[in-house]
């Protein structure tokens, strides 16, 4: 018969929730005050630097990836027709913009305006005066191939109406402070700069997981946890105290560079506003980087939870820094990928899907695909951490039940 004694002895036990949140706080409060964290604060404003370099980079491979066109729109449609074959003839032999021949008489404007092309110039005009319209760094880079073309144009097909004589005609020169091409490509830019800080961040800051896990193995605090608490509640808490830990490091690095970029020295050209804009750029930042934080820290975690020492966690965490890398190239090319195979593959891939759905943000003002990005994180993250802590808890206390030849002759011993 049961005694009336043992029945409580469950009964101070915290549930999942609660105990996750003791350990949370516990962890948050412990690395928060702790002067090693004031020495980590500081460390990645070196890479700050890396950071930049690489956005600048990605902004030029994506620009040579998609060059933008020349939106030909000369007055004469024999003109035009001229103006193409001359292209044709001259592009194996010269670096030339490529070219479209418009017939349905939009203004250059409204050419540049259009965002289903990717126009940087509209040349408008007569072979004898050609005027060319566009961004001011576009036009003063085709001034010389588009005199070219004209002159080459004008002499093969014997424009001698024109006025041309064989001479290269004056190319008159229309700047606009933006267009279409110049805008995608500051965008794909800041992509490029979000995924990579994104991708920065999430490396640096799963890291603090391992350490944390197994310096505390090796005290034997888990084993004092795990006395008190379910170790489902040990992992959970670990993975969101690490979290909120991370957002107090991005809330002062973020601070910092508010303080740069207003003092007049942050100036970066190459990073221009995102398409969806940045207030709603910086949230989707952080919600994209909380998700993908859960995932890439619930495999670090439960890394740190089959190394029995700290050299033994550098070598199990290889493949998951090697799978982070390989995510990251493949949501580096999928920006210039978009609607493509690779893209596809990024937004469907858990891991790569915050990376791909952020780059979204920076090049299309469309919502609803982020609601839809974050529900199907959400669900990849539910899976990642009940598998992680599952796996967490047999390996940690080596608990749930023995298998094979090995399980049964340790329980003979026993």
């Not at 992509?191 to 800080?197: F, N, R, S, V």
Request: hydrophobic residues 55%; without cysteine; aromatic residues 10%.
């Amino acid at each position: 018969m049961t005694q009336q004694g043992a029945a409580p002895a469950t009964a101070g036990r915290l549930s999942l929730w609660q105990a996750a949140f003791v350990v949370a706080r516990r962890d948050f409060l412990a690395i928060l005050l702790s002067k090693a964290f004031v020495f980590f604060l500081i460390g990645p404003l070196f890479f700050v630097g890396i950071s930049m370099a690489a956005g600048a980079l990605g902004s030029r491979a994506a620009e040579s990836v998609t060059p933008p066109g020349l939106a030909v729109a000369l007055d004469s449609p024999a003109e035009r027709l001229a103006l193409a074959r001359a292209h044709k003839r001259l592009d194996p032999l010269v670096s030339l913009p490529p070219v479209t021949t418009i017939e349905d008489g939009r203004t250059p404007d409204a050419l540049l305006a259009d965002r289903s092309a990717n126009f940087a110039g509209v040349l408008t005009g007569t072979l004898a005066r050609p005027r060319l319209t566009g961004t001011e760094a576009n036009i003063e880079a085709w001034k010389g191939e588009v005199a070219l073309l004209a002159a080459e144009a004008a002499g093969a097909d014997g424009f001698s109406a024109s006025g041309t004589n064989g001479a290269v005609p004056e190319v008159l020169l229309t700047p606009r402070e933006s267009s279409v091409a110049a805008e995608r490509r500051g965008n794909k830019a800041t992509a490029t700069a979000g995924i990579t800080l994104l991708f920065l961040l999430s490396m640096l800051l799963a890291g603090m997981v391992l350490s944390n896990l197994v310096e505390e193995k090796g005290n034997k605090i888990i084993e004092i946890l795990a006395a008190s608490i379910p170790m489902d509640a040990v992992f959970l808490g670990k993975l969101f105290a690490m979290l909120a830990v991370s957002f107090v490091g991005i809330s002062v690095w973020g601070a910092l560079a508010l303080v740069f970029v207003g003092a007049g020295a942050g100036e970066m050209p190459f990073v221009s506003s995102p398409a969806i804009g940045w207030p709603a750029f910086v949230l989707l930042f952080l919600v994209y980087f909380a998700l993908a934080y859960l995932l890439v820290g619930s495999v670090f975690l439960t890394v740190g939870a089959m190394a029995p020492t700290v050299r033994d966690v550098q070598t199990l965490s290889m493949p998951a820094t090697i799978l982070q890398l390989l995510v990251f190239f493949i949501a580096s090319f999928a920006v210039s990928d978009v609607g493509g195979a690779v893209e596809t593959l990024a937004l469907i891939f858990p891991l790569s899907s915050p990376y791909a759905m952020l780059s979204r943000a920076a090049q299309f003002d469309t919502l609803w695909w982020h609601a839809l990005g974050i529900a199907w994180q959400l669900v990849w993250v539910g899976i990642f951490v009940r598998a992680g802590s599952t796996l967490f808890r047999r390996k940690v206390m080596q608990s749930g039940p023995a298998r094979g030849g090995k399980g049964w002759l340790r329980r003979r011993l026993s």
